[in-house]
């Protein structure tokens, strides 16, 4: 099982400080020494992308910082290439989750067969007309996917970033904060979408099965986890930006993670929204533990221990 780590310092495409000091605290919170706890892991750390700083700022209605999410993005989309390349799993360490249009164009052109699940509270699927907040973290799935293309604006610096993946095979877990013209994207256009009233009545599960099911009834594709750390409940992970209660506890995500990692398909994980400035330091910890754990799931940790290899035969 090879892997790749990238740390991607970003927070422009929100309002809040902090975002960006996530894949260094997580570093030192032993990121790497957690993952290489996995049997018969290769973990290989790519360090952090560059993250331009002094663009022309573009301006466009409602979208903040729309050239350094668009400059940040533009590289974070070779990296992820670059390490799917190599053969790991493309483990993207975020920075918001304006990042994800980064990470799933990347992700896209190398596998273009990919299906993306995004586990979130929200369904960052507003595009600048829609958007209450006009921070891009809301609205990364509405600019990777072709369908809505006709709904934006021409957005300049964002030439690179040609939406060509369907929202026919994208799901959701977790929603539980949509907004009205998301809700009307959604159900326009007949997206699985376990939201947490949903996954109470299935359980995670049945829910994550149907979705896969639905979006990949032959169970072949490539699968992304854009994984924003808000769909935990905020007991779960305090240290985030927008915070909504009611979410997922850590055993139904790692539950989700370990079914996923179990079709062996999946090839890229975000973990996004961390935010280790916003609580106190039980806060912080926690939440940098329940991603840690996340990860884990993904990659192939096992909650019943390791099988040791040699002297037991059983
Ligand atoms: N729907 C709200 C918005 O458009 C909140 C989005 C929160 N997104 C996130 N990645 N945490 O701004
Ligand atoms: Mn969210
Ligand atoms: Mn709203
Ligand atoms: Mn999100």
């Given at each position: 099982k090879k892997v790749g780590i990238i740390g991607v310092p970003f927070e422009k495409g929100q309002k809040k400080y902090g975002v960006s000091i996530a894949p260094a605290a997580i570093r030192s919170a032993g990121l790497i020494e957690r993952l290489k706890e996995i049997d018969g892991i290769d973990v290989k750390d790519y360090g952090d992308i560059d993250i331009p700083s002094c663009n022309e700022p573009v301006n466009v209605d409602n979208m903040a910082h729309l050239s350094l999410v668009s400059a940040c993005n533009k590289n974070l989309s070779n990296k992820v290439s670059q390490v799917l390349k190599d053969e790991r799993v493309a483990v993207t360490i975020g920075g918001d989750h304006s990042i994800g249009v980064g990470t799933v164009d990347g992700h896209y052109r190398v596998n273009e067969d990919m299906i993306l699940i995004w586990v979130d509270a929200h369904a960052?699927?507003?595009?600048?007309k829609t958007s209450d907040s006009g921070s891009v973290h809301g609205m990364p799935v509405a600019l990777l996917v072709k369908e809505l293309s006709d709904y934006w604006p021409?957005?300049?610096?964002?030439?690179w970033q040609i939406p060509k993946f369907s929202i026919k095979n994208l799901g959701y877990v977790g929603?539980?904060?949509v907004d009205e013209y998301e809700r009307l994207a959604i159900e326009k256009y007949d997206v699985p979408a376990?939201?947490?009233?949903?996954i109470e009545e299935h359980g995670i599960q049945k829910s994550i099965n149907h979705i896969l099911h639905r979006i990949d009834p032959e169970g072949k594709k490539p699968i992304h986890v854009s994984f924003d750390i808000d769909s935990l409940d905020a007991l779960e992970?305090?240290?985030?930006?927008?915070?909504?209660?009611?979410?997922?506890?850590?055993r139904e995500a790692?539950?989700?993670?370990?079914?996923?990692?179990?079709t062996g398909r999946l090839r890229a994980?975000?973990?996004?929204?961390?935010?280790?400035?916003?609580?106190?330091?039980?806060?912080?910890?926690?939440?940098?533990?329940?991603?840690l754990c996340v990860l884990r799931a993904g990659l192939g940790f096992s909650r019943r221990g390791t099988i040791p290899s040699g002297i037991l035969d059983l």
């Open positions: 960052d699927i507003n595009t600048n021409y957005l300049p610096s964002m030439d929603l539980r904060s376990f939201a947490m009233e949903d992970a305090p240290s985030t930006g927008t915070p909504v209660r009611g979410g997922l506890t850590l790692i539950q989700l993670m370990e079914i996923i990692h179990g994980i975000d973990l996004v929204e961390i935010n280790p400035a916003l609580g106190n330091d039980a806060d912080r910890k926690r939440t940098i533990d329940a991603g």
